[in-house]
Structure formats: C-alpha cells, structure tokens
C-alpha cells in the first residue's frame, strides 16, 4: 500500500484489471520500420471519398446500407448480422451477452488469436484453454472434457497465427457437442481469402453459432473498425441489447458501404487472388533459405515458419526496418514469426534479408550445406 494518490486509483481498479496483460497489438509493440509485415494487414490504402457530410447528427446503430450489402455479400438475411467496431468488438459482445463473472468460462485453442483470452480476462471471465493437436486440429475429447460452466467457445479458421483451416467435420462435431450449452463462435476474420471454407451456411442448423467476419483483412480495411457478427436473430437481438449506442461512426458506415458495392467486392476479389500468388511465391522462397526449418501452409494473408534462430531473424529483419511478428510465446511455436503477405516487393526484402543468414550449425557462411536441417514441402506438413 502506497499514499500517493495514483496508487490509490489503481486500488480502486477491479483486481482482474490490475493483473491484466493487455493485448500487445503490433501497433503497441512499436518498431521503426518501412515494411510493416506483423498485423495482417493489407500492404496499400484503398482509396475513398466520403459522401456523407451529416456529422451534426448521430449515426445509426446499425446502418442500414452496410447491414444490407454485408447481408448480400455473405449470403444471409438481413437480420442475421450485426455490425460493429471491428471483430474484436464481436468478440467482446459475445462475452458481454453470455458470460457471467465468477461463474461461466470461455473457452479456446492455443495457439490461436490473443483477444479471446484478453477480452475474458477483461470481464473477469475464466478462461479455459484446451491445446489444439499437434497438427494443430480441435482435441474434440479434451474440449468435451472440459466444457463444464463453458458458455463460450471461440475457435478461429483459418487460424491466426498458424494459418490453417479447421475441420468442418471437427467443427460440426463441436457444435453438435456443444448445442444447448455453449456458445460456439467461429472466427472468419480470414475467411475472405478462402470463401469455400465458410461455415455460413450451417446457420440454418445451429441456434448457438456465431461467426465472426471484418472488413480489416482482405476489404483492406484495418484502419476503418468496422466487423460483423453473422448468427440466427435471437442471438443477434442479444447482442443488440449489449452493443454502444452508436457503434460505428458516420465515415466509418459510409467507407463501409462503398467497400461492399458491387465494384468494391470485385476490387477485394482481385486483391485475395494477388496475395494468393504473393504467398505462394514467399512460401517457395522461404524454403529456399538456409535459416528456414519450416514453412507452414496457409489459407490467409499470411505465413507461419519456424527458423533455426528466430531471435536473430526477427532483429535482424527489424534492424533494417522490416517488422515480423514473433510467435515464440505461443504453446507450441517455439522459433516460429508469422510474416504478413506484404507487396511482391516487401516480400522479395525479407527474402534477400534471410538468404544471406546461416542456418543450423553453421556460423557465418549462407552456404546451405546443412544436412540435419529438415525442410518440409507444403503436402507433408503437420497441417
Ligand atoms: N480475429 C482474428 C483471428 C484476427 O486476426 C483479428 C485481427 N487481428 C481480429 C479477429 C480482429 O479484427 P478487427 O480488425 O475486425 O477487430
């Protein structure tokens, strides 16, 4: 105990607060680079001009335009979405309608993404984490062993910061499991860049399913905040009841808008096709380097690898301006960094960076003559 009046405010905080370890958004995590590779983000800004000058007037809670296209673009009824300050927003609501301090969990699958996990700990909910496989698949006994007070669980597909997609038929199995209990909320923050995967249309089976989708990753939109939540309107009317006011300001539903029109899909189609052939192309070279022991498939605007020294990797790279994401924290990714597909040119710096760096067992020469060194191609990886 303290006298100084700051200490006392932070006494005052809820005590899940004071312990809280904030999410560490790449944003937060700082860096002096020129190629930003770390938040999933698409590498150029989409250009717009607002058309709404009414800003004396509050916004709509829902905007109806945005409510409408997003409806079209993901094949559902109008009243089975919700929009809202981006994902994470989403993530939150759900916990905010659903989960009860000091009684109910959620529960998710490391590694996978960090707000789940933060966002409990914000409101005091417990958290309950059930590893995935190792071939980073659902442990469907281990989360069936473990749902007991669970009203939530959140499994992210294709997976950040691993990249793959989720079994439908594990997470049908999920939902099945999981009816009359839990909420089940699938993460389609990725989903854009593998349309196929979507799991919209089980909607029609599954009260308890939500799905999470945003405008940040393949719209090109980080900056704008803008998300959605798809589910049965039940559980969107829930979430209605917990949600600001005015979630979403009056630029932010006119860029919205104009991103989901006909021309501004096309536009996000073409941008998913060039980054499918960007990572194709960084997947193949990255096998190619030396300090390279593996790179992991991926259905995202993202790659994972696992490197010999992913510490000096990932400042090295950050010594000349190009900023990574360091996995190493997360169960199971021991020397892993999660690349973001940047431009053909971001992506050909980092290449040029980590062709000169030694691997395993070898000290200064990029010579890879290495052979205990293992590099899997994309068909025998773990996936
Ligand atoms: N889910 C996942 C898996 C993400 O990677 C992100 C963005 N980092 C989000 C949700 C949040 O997206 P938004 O920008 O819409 O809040």
């Known amino acids: 105990m303290s006298n100084s009046p700051s200490a006392s405010v932070i006494e005052l905080a809820r005590s899940n607060v004071r312990e ?16 930003w590779l770390n938040a999933n983000e698409y590498p150029l800004a989409p250009e717009f001009q607002l058309t709404a000058q009414t800003f004396n007037r509050y916004p709509e809670c829902q905007p109806k335009a945005v409510i409408e296209r997003y409806a079209a673009y ?18 939150e609501l759900l916990i905010r309608a659903f989960c009860e301090p000091g009684k109910d969990a959620v529960l998710y699958c490391p590694p996978t993404y960090g707000m789940y996990g ?9 958290r ?20 007991a007070n669970v009203k939530l669980v959140y499994v992210c597909s294709p997976n950040n910061p691993t990249g793959n997609l989720i079994d439908a038929a594990d997470l049908r199995a999920l939902l099945e499991m999981t009816q009359g209990k839990a909420i089940v909320a699938i993460d389609e923050a990725y989903i854009d860049f593998c349309p ?24 090109a939109l980080a900056g704008l905040r803008c998300g959605f939540t798809l589910a049965n309107p039940p559980l969107i009317e829930l979430l209605l009841k917990v949600i600001a006011p005015y979630p979403l300001s009056t630029p932010v539903a006119d860029i919205a808008a104009q991103a989901l029109s006909d021309e501004g899909i096309t536009v996000m189609r073409t941008r998913v096709k060039e980054i499918a052939e960007t990572r194709a192309w960084l997947q193949e070279a990255l096998q190619q380097c030396p300090c390279v022991e593996q790179v992991f498939g991926s259905d995202s605007n993202y790659l994972m690898a696992r490197f010999t020294a992913s510490s000096i990797v ?18 199971g990714l021991a020397g892993c960094l999660r690349i973001t597909i940047g431009t053909r040119q971001e992506c050909q710096r980092v290449i040029d960076v980590l062709q000169v760096l030694p691997g395993a067992g070898e000290s200064s020469s990029a010579d890879d003559a290495n052979p205990t060194r293992v590099k899997l191609s994309p068909s025998k990886e773990p996936m």
């Open 196 to 219: 196929q995967a979507s799991v919209v249309a089980w909607l029609q089976d599954f009260p308890h399913l939500a799905i999470l989708r945003t405008l940040s990753k393949a719209f």
């Open 314 to 331: 990932f400042k090295t790279l950050w010594d000349q301006g190009i900023i990574l994401r360091d996995q190493n924290k997360q169960s």
């Open 20 to 35: 809280l370890t904030p999410y560490q958004s790449a944003r937060r995590l700082g860096g002096n680079g020129d190629v």
């Open 128 to 147: 309950r984490t059930v590893g995935t496989k190792e071939n980073w698949q659902l442990d469907l006994q281990a989360i069936a062993d473990n749902l």
């Open 74 to 91: 993901a094949g559902v009824a109008t009243d089975q979405v919700l929009v809202s300050r981006g994902a994470d927003e989403s993530i």
């Open 118 to 126: 933060v966002s409990a700990e914000t409101f005091g909910i417990e």
